[in-house]
C-alpha cells in the first residue's frame, strides 16, 4: 500500500520561500505521477501543481505560476515543491497525491493516494 508524507510546511512572511517535500513508500513511485493540492476551510480543493512520472509533463495553477516549481527525485521517492514570492493567500493546508496511471493531472479524482497535508500560513 502506498503511503504519503507531506513535510515542510510551517509559517512564513510574506515573500519569503518554503519548500514542500512528499516522500512516498513503495517501489513503484517511479511510475506514479504526483500532484500538490491545497484547501482553505470554506473553500474547495484547488489544484497547485502536477508531475508525471517521467517529469517530462508538469502544469501549474494560474494562481502559481512563475512562484512554485514543483520536481522529483524517483531514487529518494521524494516529489519537492518550491514555493516563492509566497503570498497571504498562499495559506492553505497543502496536499500531494499519486495518480498510478502516471499521468498528470489537475484532475484530484485522478489522484488514489493521498497524504494527510501540511500546513502552510503566509502572514502579512
Known amino acids: 500500500q502506498v503511503q504519503l508524507v507531506e513535510s515542510g510546511g510551517g509559517l512564513v512572511q510574506a515573500g519569503g520561500s518554503l519548500r514542500l517535500s512528499c516522500a512516498a513508500s513503495?517501489?513503484?513511485?517511479?511510475?506514479?505521477?504526483v500532484g500538490w493540492f491545497r484547501r482553505v476551510p470554506g473553500k474547495e480543493r484547488e489544484f497547485v501543481a502536477a508531475?508525471?512520472?517521467?517529469?517530462?509533463?508538469?502544469y501549474y495553477g494560474d494562481s502559481v505560476k512563475g512562484r512554485f516549481t514543483i520536481s522529483r527525485d524517483n531514487v529518494k521517492n521524494t516529489v519537492y515543491l518550491q514555493m516563492n514570492s509566497l503570498k497571504p493567500e498562499d495559506t492553505a493546508v497543502y496536499y500531494c497525491?499519486?495518480?498510478?496511471?502516471?499521468?498528470?493531472?489537475?484532475?484530484?479524482?485522478?489522484?488514489?493516494?493521498w497524504g494527510q497535508g501540511t500546513q502552510v500560513t503566509v502572514s502579512s
Open positions: 513503495g517501489r513503484t513511485f517511479s511510475t506514479y505521477a
Open positions: 508531475i508525471s512520472w517521467s517529469a517530462e509533463t508538469i
Open positions: 497525491a499519486q495518480n498510478p496511471a502516471g499521468i498528470a493531472s489537475t484532475i484530484p479524482a485522478a489522484y488514489g493516494y
